[in-house]
């Protein structure tokens, strides 16, 4: 079965430096999605991607955050100076957007802020 | 907005027994219901979904969902619990008008089964 995958599982970066989180989503599909889950906490949306623009964004997608999507098999997460509250797992997603259909997750990538 | 509460942080059974887990929900338009597992250091994994039709959904691993619009509720249910089903379920809920728009996840409830 198709699987989304993301790299790497785990990243450790200093408190400002840029981080990037890197996807490749399911092939045929057309909608991504990055959420993220702090430790103990539920998984909250971030943002969704469709056509090469952002599609919806929650209010915890800030200017520190960015999505692209290079070319026609990656979909990255950019974030410009981390801080210490951007430790989490962060999801990947994709769906082929057909009503009703799942969306498929990555196993993530840990992010760590020292 | 849309919201799903899921009241229990954990759910402990025996092998063997009936297991329940609880979801509601509140959305605007008509309902798109989804449950995930969530094994240690995993992503989350699909296990059902009510879209329309038959109240009662079957999913993987011999989970099923039963959807009741008048309670607003969506509860995981499995007939012989397992020590494997043991992890964290995540409801979800999605404005059902279109099919792209985002998840809004429970807070999670983890599944204890003891041999």
């Known amino acids: 079965e198709p699987e989304v995958t993301q790299t790497p599982s785990h990243q450790v970066t200093q408190m400002g430096q840029e981080v990037i989180l890197r996807c490749v989503p399911i092939s045929n599909h057309l909608y991504f999605y990055w959420y993220r889950q702090i430790l103990g906490q539920k998984v909250e949306f971030l943002v969704s991607?469709?056509?090469?623009?952002?599609?919806?964004k929650s209010e915890i997608f800030d200017d520190q955050f960015s999505v692209e999507r290079p070319d026609g098999s990656n979909f990255t997460l950019k974030i410009r100076s981390t801080k210490l509250e951007d430790s989490a797992m962060y999801f990947c997603?994709?769906?082929?957007?057909?009503?009703?259909?799942?969306?498929?997750f990555g196993d993530g990538t840990r992010l760590s802020i020292l | 907005a849309q919201s799903v509460a899921q009241p229990e942080d954990q759910v402990n059974v025996a092998e063997g027994n009936p297991l329940t887990v609880k979801c509601t929900y509140s959305?605007?338009?008509?309902?798109?219901l989804f449950w995930y597992v969530q094994y240690p250091n995993r992503g989350l994994q699909f296990l059902l979904k009510y879209i329309t039709g038959d109240n009662l959904v079957k999913g993987s691993y011999g989970f099923e969902a039963e959807f009741n619009k008048s309670q607003t509720s969506f509860h995981l249910k499995k007939p012989s619990a397992l020590v494997s089903d043991s992890a964290l379920y995540f409801c979800?809920?999605?404005?059902?008008?279109?099919?792209?728009?985002?998840?809004?996840f429970g807070t999670g409830t983890r599944l204890l089964v003891s041999p």
């Open positions: 991607f469709y056509n090469n623009e952002i599609s919806e």
């Open positions: 997603a994709s769906s082929d957007g057909v009503m009703g259909q799942p969306q498929h």
């Open positions: 979800a809920v999605r404005d059902g008008i279109t099919g792209f728009q985002k998840l809004v």
């Open positions: 959305v605007s338009g008509n309902p798109y």
